[in-house]
DNA sequence: GCCAACCTTACATCAACCGTAAATATTAAT
DNA sequence: ATTAATATTTACGGTTGATGTAAGGTTGGC
């Protein structure tokens, strides 16, 4: 899942990227809002998170400009003021939640939680077929018996799960697992893709993703 | 399908054919104006991509003298500048789209496929009889069976199928499958034609390909 | 019957993919 | 700080599968 944090204080924002990527996340930066915008206009985005005064372009503007380009990407503000008027402002403009600084890690965590999950329609763990994926606690499990897998491996997998039946093309695996928009030149997919089979056979769980040729990959429910 | 890219930036220009082939279409690149207009002009495409700000011919000139030319092609702009001149300009030199640089590849897609779909007046998923095809998963379904198609053998029966009850040509064929890279006065198209009735019948939907001696293949509703 | 166009099959070529291993980067432990 | 362990990336030969070529067989029109 690959966020993008629009936050001009480096110390917060670093503290975000470390923290949001212990959790498995792909994060991009961006200190200002113009930055910001231009990055969330080319990247697709999972969710959002805007600090309410950042430089350039307003917050609340990032907000409106990313609506306004029709993306339904979730939302959220960091904000320090609180007042009612603030919060109206806010969703009118189409973000999903805010959270109030200070605020701890542990709370923001579960607020991302909550949109990724809503955005995926109701159920809290993922499923394709025996397979069992839960994000909160990057443990996978096939029938009873639990999977160990490297941080790319578990971003690569939930990937493909959340987008099950669907092909995932390798410029849409790179885009949202990897942070990579361009180098188009490497194999690094070919290769977990592989260390996942592999992974995926030893615990009885055979052929479960499916190679598209010259196109990506796709895991098929049933 | 087959779409022209006329782009200097190397970057930008390989990022687009990757991921336009990855949707099975087939991708031709200039990388300056004059070569992009030789391009458009000795060959059928079905849309054009412009750069505004390219070398030797900008790609407002460009594209004016492709409409100069009775060619009706759809045409989109890529464009930095975004003040309403410009919109008015492109629009007026007889484009029918423009997007904003930077954008998100996803929304350039869903821009093309709109485009191309008006082309074919309406609806979104391509039928023939009880023959389904559906270009964004690149699924072909005749009644309730699957049928795997290679992307070669996709992109012609896509053609035949987007022009059924009229006669496809050899040439118009050639121009729309392939790219410029193809060497012609080959027997491909027949063997490609082979393969997709061998497949057509055996999910039971035979004699859908009919062909007119000395002129080329045609796909009758009904 | 003759010719040209088309069909079919077999094979050659090429690019994509797989798998392994080695190199590099990162993290944890001493 | 150094070392060890683990994770990630790169490199590369082998394999597979899609695509293109060529050649011989078949069909249809004259």
Chains 1, 2 share one sequence.
């Not at 923290?19 to 206009?41: H, P, Q, R, S, T």
């Not at 309410?52 to 904000?79: A, N, Y």
């Not at 669907?166 to 928009?181: A, F, L, P, Y």
């Not at 089979?197 to 010259?214: F, P, S, V």
């Amino acid at each position: 899942m690959r966020l993008l944090i629009i936050e001009d204080e480096p110390g917060i924002a670093g503290f975000l990227k470390d923290g949001l990527e212990e959790e498995y996340f792909a994060v991009d930066i961006a200190y200002d809002g113009k930055n910001g915008l231009d990055l969330a206009m080319t990247n697709e985005y999972d969710l959002i998170i805007i600090d309410w005064m950042i430089p350039v372009i307003s917050g609340i503007e990032v907000c409106r400009q990313i609506r306004k380009s029709g993306s339904l990407v979730p939302i959220m503000f960091l904000t320090a003021k609180d007042t009612l008027e603030d919060v109206v402002f806010g969703l009118e403009a189409g973000a999903n939640d805010y959270i109030k600084k200070p605020f701890a890690f542990e709370e923001l965590l579960a607020r991302i939680r909550v949109q990724l999950r809503s955005k995926n329609q109701g159920d809290d763990s993922l499923r394709a077929g025996n397979l069992n994926i839960n994000p909160g606690t990057h443990q996978v499990f096939y029938e009873t018996s639990e999977i160990t897998l490297t941080p790319k491996e578990f971003a690569l997998l939930e990937y493909l799960v959340r987008n099950k039946d669907k092909v995932c093309t390798r410029s849409r695996i790179i885009e949202h697992v990897w942070d990579v928009h361009f180098d188009s030149d490497t194999s690094v997919i070919d290769v977990y893709i592989t260390f996942l089979r592999r992974k995926l056979e030893n615990a009885g769980c055979g052929n479960l993703i499916q190679t598209i040729r010259g196109v990506g990959y796709i895991i098929r429910e049933s």
